[in-house]
């Protein structure tokens, strides 16, 4: 019963910075875990990051930790993911997805996806 639309994607150059959102509705958040996946040309579905709605609880793919930082307003039911120091190996269609499975890791136990948005990232 939870929309999931994700928005900020864009082109960018290495090493630049690009927030994206991921706007929320149907219900809040609260019992729900956030997370934000990406996906390469050819490439399976990746996990990125995730962050409990309602507690400082987050966690990182290791090829962006440092890098990338998940964020939320939880009276928007939005919440972002914020990369910095941008790479071509980042570049990838990026999804926001939920899951009251509070250690989910795994495309198939997040419950609601957004359509996802588009990161490019130039050498």
């Known amino acids: 019963q939870v929309q999931l639309v994700e928005s900020g994607g864009g082109l960018v150059q290495a090493g630049d910075s690009l927030s994206l959102s991921c706007a929320a509705s149907?219900?809040?958040?609260?019992?729900?875990?956030m997370a934000w996946f990406r996906q390469a040309p050819g490439k399976e579905r990746e996990f990125v990051g995730r962050?409990?709605?309602?507690?400082?609880?987050?966690n990182y793919a290791d090829n962006v930790k440092g890098r990338f930082t998940i964020n939320r307003e939880k009276a928007k039911n939005t919440g972002y993911l914020q990369m910095t120091s941008l790479k071509s190996g980042d570049t990838a269609v990026y999804f926001c997805?939920?899951?009251?499975?509070?250690?989910?890791?795994?495309?198939?136990?997040?419950?609601?996806w957004g359509p996802g948005t588009q990161v490019t990232v130039s050498s």
């Open positions: 962050s409990r709605w309602h507690a400082a609880f987050q």
């Open positions: 149907g219900r809040t958040l609260g019992m729900y875990i």
């Open positions: 997805a939920v899951s009251r499975n509070w250690g989910a890791t795994m495309v198939s136990q997040f419950e609601h």
